[in-house]
């Protein structure tokens, strides 16, 4: 059995794409240059739609993100953050990317319970404020604790082929109690050594760049992300070679 594969997605298109090449899931986002960002009620309401006609209930997961700048966020941004997950779940999304830390680069279990309870039935995956966090191991047995799903980090490197000695020691660490996923730089040509850490599954954005019509002073620059169907393709194919 292969690795999962998950797809960042920035539009409808992406969710589409990441449908007809047989992704596993997607996680829905905005701002994938700064990370990723929370996406539009419309986005997060046409992938749910586009998942359900092709009968993926389990699709469509929603990064839930307040603003760059870190993982420490104070009681408005907590707020704003449970708001957004119970509208994720109301929506009809499978599943929640989420990560909150303390100053002191640890998890902010208090806020990440709080989280947990607000997505009730939805799978909790936290994302890579792991690789923020002073001690991964410490933090994992932490989120078992709290009831997330998945992990998802780079080893602590600035790509997840850099990382994978950490990798393949928390894959081992948890021991099947908490899933981990690699992300952070995947290329296609990464997946089989990343898939020989003992994930449980691959993340990447599969990303290209499309020019627009010039915008003006106001509108930035003219080019846009977007999916490229072939990346995605081959991700799925490298995959399944790497068995």
């Given amino acids: 059995m292969r690795i999962a594969v998950e797809i960042a997605v920035q539009d409808v298109v992406g969710v589409r794409i990441a449908l007809a090449e047989g992704a596993d899931r997607v996680e829905v986002c905005s701002a994938l240059g700064m990370g990723g960002l929370t996406p539009s009620a419309a986005l997060i309401h046409g992938a749910v739609a586009l998942a359900r006609r092709s009968n993926r209930e389990g699709f469509v997961h929603v990064l839930v993100r307040p603003r760059g700048g870190g993982f420490v966020y104070d009681a408005d941004e907590l707020a704003t953050t449970l708001a957004d997950v119970r509208f994720a779940r109301e929506a009809g999304a499978a599943g929640v990317v989420v990560g909150a830390l303390t100053e002191a680069a640890q998890v902010d279990t208090d806020a990440v319970l709080r989280i947990v309870e ?12 792991m690789d923020v966090v002073a001690d991964p191991f410490a933090a994992a047995e932490e989120l078992i604790a709290l009831g997330v799903t998945r992990v998802l980090t780079s080893g602590r490197a600035p790509r997840s082929i850099e990382g994978v000695a950490t990798i393949r020691a928390l894959s081992q660490a948890v021991a099947g109690r908490l899933e981990v996923m690699a992300g952070g730089g995947v290329s296609v040509g990464d997946i089989p050594a990343l898939a020989a850490t003992g994930i449980d599954a691959v993340h990447l954005s599969a990303r290209d760049t499309a020019q627009g019509a010039p915008s003006g002073p106001g509108g930035g620059d003219t080019g846009y992300d977007i999916t490229d169907p072939m990346t995605v393709h081959d991700a799925l194919a490298m995959a399944v070679l790497a068995r």
């Fill in 118 to 129: 607000a997505a009730g039935p939805l799978q909790v995956t936290f994302h890579r404020a």
